[in-house]
């Protein structure tokens, strides 16, 4: 079947799929065999997801639906833009039905019967009420700024996910217009949930029902007829990088002001909110309420604004019972020797790294250690997320102070970390680190650290590989898979890629890894035709993919022509997947899962070839047209047999055999969550990882101290 051949039908919308995602991390919070407090994480991480939805996805597609905008990369279901924000708008509503009914019938009355409750201040007892009183009068009235909204009073400009109080006041006495409208911000420093002293269990009130119950003290000599809780979501899909110029980091910091400025794509209201409230807002903000036409950006929201604000339930002490149980990274396996040097254990072979079920420390010890030793010469690293007190920038800026030469690509357009990493480069500039900020047109999304280090044959590179982001705090929630290689082709690869970041060196023939955005996508499709030729010969061809997203149309149509040519074809995406599995003639020897859990599944894993002619490679990049063209990604192959074996005999089989939070892709484009069949025992591949890792650790730990000193 040629390409013309494969028609709109045969492809998922993105932004439908996505939604479908969001969806699954629901079911999460909706599942009562989730201990409870993780149930409100869960909710807690939809309601974040759907917010960067809106700020990106939604507001690309208004600005191409209602304004000039053009799509960066085209549909393939070939969808209007206007009549996929009208299907996003369908399906929103019903999930945040679903969210609030999770919220309010299901997790407030589980988590109250556990002596955690959520209140209004109507409901407090007397004693309580004037702790409130007080805390108010002490600690939140001279905060707040209350705001009246008239011609000698313009309106503020409300922030993007900022949370306020609308009120129609009508005066009593004193100064001012008649009727009035006015809003009080609620200042991020105060906390979302507060706490208020009881007896017998923990009791929380949201701080703006709090505000709201005292307004009549902030607008003095004003009647308050009605009031909301409100919040607005503003377009963040501005393009950072518009237009050259000479100073990058400069030039970021202005897009990032013009952004707090950008156009509303979402209010949300409290569903009680009095109509005529309800307009003036939208009428200040040009907010759209065409419902005529299916699409409206007003949400009336059931509950409690923003559900973000549950993690402080998440992060309160103690309630272990109505959390995961505890586990404790291990050892990677390959580092095992008692007091082996970390760059001699490498020397010695390649080592995987699987997170959060491997510890995350020997990344940090990895470059603090070069930091410190005399023998390096150079460090290099590439940056695109990190924790707040990064340890590993930390280890960087501390060698650059030891004397190395230490280069670090900070990636200044990683999406909302922007801020965070302009403050990381200006520590590491002051600290004698080469900072560069990679390329205009470009994200730097590869993960790669280079170490250079004088040894007595000479000098010798180690190379640490990965497919997530230099983050010991995500590392502990994230699944990632990390290579540690001393291997020269490799290194060689390694130092081609950093100097093509840093100077624009080119000409470097790519000896192992695989780059975008030249190579990438070329090389994927040549990849899945191999297997198409192998089935076409009569030899069986097998594809396995473990991904965040598959988008990219002419990846998807490679798969299809496999699934045609008989190659059997196993796709894991937690995500977005545009690619529709099991339509006859086109799709039928493809299928599709998503596994949504504890940990998010955020490793990237290709193998093309079954078994012993399995080619097995890790990857920064999802099948995505932005991983493929507009991001610098390096996708590396696992070649040392005992690791490619523990990819292919360990790791993939748990992944395929999850039958408790795996779900299917249907040809329809529907996802079912699988369950054990009658006799057939329930397997949760992150419950068995977690277990395997355990008892490779314990077995490792008899082996050293008990039989001898190999490693497993």
């Not at 313009?154 to 109080?165: E, I, T, V």
């Not at 030039?251 to 003036?280: N, P, T």
Request: with cysteine; net charge negative.
């Amino acid at each position: 079947m040629s390409t013309e051949q494969f028609q709109a039908e045969h492809f998922i919308n993105r932004e439908l799929s996505w939604l479908e995602f969001n969806a699954r991390v629901l079911e999460e919070a909706e599942d009562a065999s989730n201990p409870l407090i993780e149930r409100v994480k869960f909710l807690a991480i939809f309601s974040s997801n759907l917010d960067e939805f809106f700020m990106v996805r939604v507001a690309g597609l208004r600005e191409q639906a209602f304004g000039s905008g053009a799509p960066q990369d085209k549909s393939s279901d070939e969808m209007r833009a206007v009549d996929q924000l009208r299907a996003i708008t369908k399906r929103t509503r019903k999930l945040v039905g679903l969210e609030y009914r999770c919220l309010n019938e299901s997790v407030l009355p589980a988590l109250a019967k556990e002596g955690l409750r959520i209140v209004t201040v109507d409901g407090l007892e007397k004693p309580q009420q004037e702790h409130v009183d007080r805390l108010f009068q002490e600690s939140v009235y001279p905060i707040l700024t209350p705001m009246a909204i008239d011609p000698s009073h313009p309106r503020p400009r409300y922030h993007n996910r900022g949370l306020y109080l609308a009120a129609e006041l009508r005066r009593r006495s004193g100064r001012g217009p008649k009727n009035l409208l006015a809003v009080v911000q609620l200042p991020q420093i105060l906390p979302r949930l507060v706490e208020i002293p009881h007896e017998r269990e923990r009791t929380f009130v949201f701080i703006e029902d709090l505000v709201r119950s005292r307004l009549p003290e902030l607008f003095g000599g004003f009647e308050v007829k009605s009031s909301t809780a409100f919040r607005i979501t503003r377009d963040n899909d501005t393009e950072l990088l518009e237009q050259e110029s000479d100073d990058m980091l400069r030039l970021i910091e202005e897009r990032l002001r013009a952004r707090r400025r950008a156009d509303a794509v979402r209010l949300e209201v409290a569903a009680d909110a009095e109509e005529d409230l309800v307009r003036q807002i939208t009428v200040q903000e040009q907010i759209l309420r065409d419902d005529d036409a299916g699409y409206s950006e007003v949400y009336q929201i059931p509950g409690p604004l923003d559900l973000r604000g549950l993690m402080a339930l998440v992060r309160i002490s103690d309630y272990e019972h109505l959390r995961d149980k505890p586990f404790l990274p291990t050892t990677p396996q390959g580092l095992r020797r008692r007091g082996e040097d970390l760059f001699d254990a490498i020397a010695r072979h390649d080592v995987l790294l699987h997170h959060p079920y491997d510890s995350f420390e020997p990344v940090t010890e990895f470059v603090s250690r070069a930091a410190d030793d005399p023998a390096v010469l150079a460090i290099k690293q590439s940056l695109y997320r990190t924790s707040g007190d990064s340890p590993i920038v930390a280890a960087l800026m501390r060698a650059a102070e030891n004397g190395k030469h230490v280069t670090a690509l900070v990636e200044l357009k990683a999406r909302f970390d922007e801020e965070a990493n302009i403050v990381w480069a200006r520590q590491l500039e002051r600290s004698g680190v080469h900072v560069v900020y990679g390329f205009l047109d470009l994200k730097t999304h590869c993960k790669v650290c280079l170490v250079v280090r004088q040894e007595s044959a000479g000098v010798r590179q180690y190379v640490h590989l990965s497919t997530g982001n230099y983050n010991s705090t995500t590392a502990k929630q994230y699944t990632d898979l990390g290579l540690f290689t001393a291997d020269e082709d490799m290194a060689s690869d390694a130092t081609a890629l950093f100097n093509l970041l840093t100077g624009y060196s080119q000409g470097h023939k790519w000896r192992k890894l695989i780059v975008a955005p030249d190579d990438l996508q070329r090389r994927t499709i040549e990849l899945i035709d191999e297997q198409t030729k192998r089935a076409a010969d009569g030899n069986p061809g097998r594809i396995f993919a473990k991904l965040n997203s598959i988008v990219e149309r002419e990846v998807i149509e490679a798969l299809y022509r496999a699934s045609q040519a008989g190659v059997s074809i196993d796709l894991v995406i937690r995500g977005i997947c545009c690619l529709r599995p099991g339509i006859p003639g086109v799709s039928e020897n493809i299928r599709v899962r998503s596994i949504v859990d504890r940990f998010l599944e955020h490793s990237r894993i290709c193998v093309f070839g079954p078994d012993d002619d399995a080619q097995v490679y890790l990857s920064s990049a999802d099948w995505m047209p932005r991983n493929f063209f507009r991001r610098v990604e390096v996708m590396f192959p696992i070649e040392a047999g005992a690791l490619k074996k523990r990819i292919l005999q360990q790791l993939i089989p748990v992944y395929l055999a999850d039958n408790m939070r795996a779900r299917a892709l249907s040809a329809n484009g529907k996802y079912k969550r699988l369950k054990p069949s009658d006799g057939e025992v329930g397997q949760r591949c992150q419950e068995e990882l977690l277990a395997l890792h355990a008892a490779t650790a314990s077995a490792s730990r008899t082996r050293i101290t008990g039989i001898s000193d190999v490693e497993l």
